[in-house]
């Protein structure tokens, strides 16, 4: 049995996405093919526009045999955090043979120099870094200064290779598996379709981020009016396989997206309690003590989720950067929950969102092999789960129902308990 994994988001699912699992099974030869996948919430630092179930029936049916949740805290963190906590997923699972993951270049070799180089985390290097940092320059460009001051001969090479965000998560994923000290193989893929940040929309491929814009700009997001529905449905559907174009619909014919807005009241009653109680912001992941003067000073000009960030951004933070530490504040993740998760050598334990009824032998196979509790049901947890890990899962818990809370103020839906959420396609 040949097992590959892929890492994603599906943020929404869109016709890029079928083509990666369609190639991520043809390039690896697998038998299978394994999805980690982002929650309610993503490493932007924002909520996912729709849930995680709607994702990961798309998944399901476009080429992913299991789709299993990546947890809160690895979703919501940096790219560092993110591909670490995937990839260790992956790993400890036991029968992953290969990821598959897809970047700007083919280049494997200059890759894995690059994540080599990233990992040695020399004296000189960390002399540099901390330098550039100092003159308020973000992490990631400084990190690119870094890496020229060290290797001249290379800098175009790393600096072009570090400005695409995609082979950015691709230099994460090789740096991971190479601290796991792990036999997976890494097969990079050429990237189709448009660019990470490119609003082009060109037929059949778009990027995730023009998909947003074209939804969350629309007149008839939340109308009920048919031929409103219809008008924005046939904008997406040169976009989409039409299975993962129907799973946004829902029962009485609503396409209910999660915008980052919605984060604007919840977030501020967060902020004007904590700021109240005098609880110290740094206690949460990612907020240094720069980031907590920037937000208690600036919180009688809060507004929104969206402007609020802005308002707190400065050259030396990223836009990301901010906007997930806003996010681990309203959803309760400190850095002390970071510690516990290093602590546990990663997530020991995996949810599963979906599963194909004909993977069943998959299943059996990770059963026997995986060094982590697959978890189908929620009510297992509790039996299966150390109270430390139980900490971790209950910030899943909790963020999803977070989510539900967002989904109820925008539409008026009432709110579905995570423990009664069945695996997607093992039910069905």
């Known amino acids: 049995m040949k097992v590959t994994g892929v890492i994603a988001e599906f943020n929404p699912f869109h016709n890029g996405h079928a083509y990666f699992l369609q190639e991520a099974r043809r390039l690896s030869g697998a038998d299978y093919c394994v999805a980690v996948m982002s929650g309610d919430f993503v490493q932007r630092g924002v909520p996912a526009i729709t849930d995680k179930y709607r994702r990961t029936r798309a998944a399901l049916e476009n080429g992913a045999d299991l789709v299993l949740e990546l947890p809160v805290l690895y979703a ?78 290379k800098a175009g090479d790393y600096e072009k290779l570090l400005a695409s965000p995609n082979n950015i998560l691709a230099v994460e994923y ?139 951004k400065t050259k030396d933070m990223t836009q990301a950067r901010i906007n997930r530490a806003l996010l681990h504040i309203f959803l309760d993740i400190r850095k002390e929950d970071s510690a516990l998760a290093a602590a546990l050598d990663g997530a020991p334990y995996v949810r599963m969102l979906g599963c194909k009824k004909d993977a069943a032998p998959l299943l059996s196979a990770i059963k026997e092999t995986a060094s982590l509790s697959l978890i189908s049901k929620p009510a297992q947890a509790q039996k299966v789960l150390s109270p430390e890990a139980r900490r971790l899962w209950e910030l899943d818990i909790h963020s999803a129902h977070l989510y539900q809370m967002l989904l109820t103020g925008a539409y008026q839906l009432p709110m579905i308990h995570e423990y009664q959420r069945p695996v997607c396609g093992l039910t069905d």
């Open 76 to 153: 919501s963190a940096s790219a560092e955090g993110f591909a670490y906590g995937a990839v260790s997923i992956l790993h400890r699972l036991g029968i992953i043979d290969s990821i598959v993951f897809g970047c700007e270049t083919e280049n494997l070799s200059l890759l894995l120099d690059a994540a080599e180089k990233l990992n040695e985390e020399s004296p000189v290097f960390q002399s540099f870094l901390q330098s550039h940092i100092a003159k308020g320059i973000s992490f990631p460009a400084a990190r690119i200064m870094a890496l020229r001051d060290c290797f001249p001969q």
């Open 174 to 312: 090789l740096k991971a598996l190479q601290k796991r000290n792990t036999s997976i193989r890494p097969i990079p893929l050429l990237r189709k379709n448009n660019g990470y940040h490119s609003r082009e929309l060109t037929p059949p491929y778009a990027s995730a981020e023009a998909l947003r814009k074209i939804i969350f700009e629309a007149p008839s997001v939340r109308s009920k009016n048919t031929s409103d529905f219809h008008d924005l449905f046939a904008s997406l559907e040169p976009f989409m396989p039409a299975s993962a174009l129907q799973s946004l619909i829902t029962e009485d014919d609503r396409f209910l997206p999660v915008e980052e807005d919605l984060l604007s009241i919840s977030l501020h009653y967060r902020l004007l309690s904590l700021s109240g109680k005098n609880c110290p912001l740094t206690d949460f992941l990612d907020v240094n003590q720069d980031l907590s003067n920037r937000i208690l000073n600036r919180l009688p000009g809060y507004t929104t989720f969206t402007g609020f960030s802005n308002l707190c």
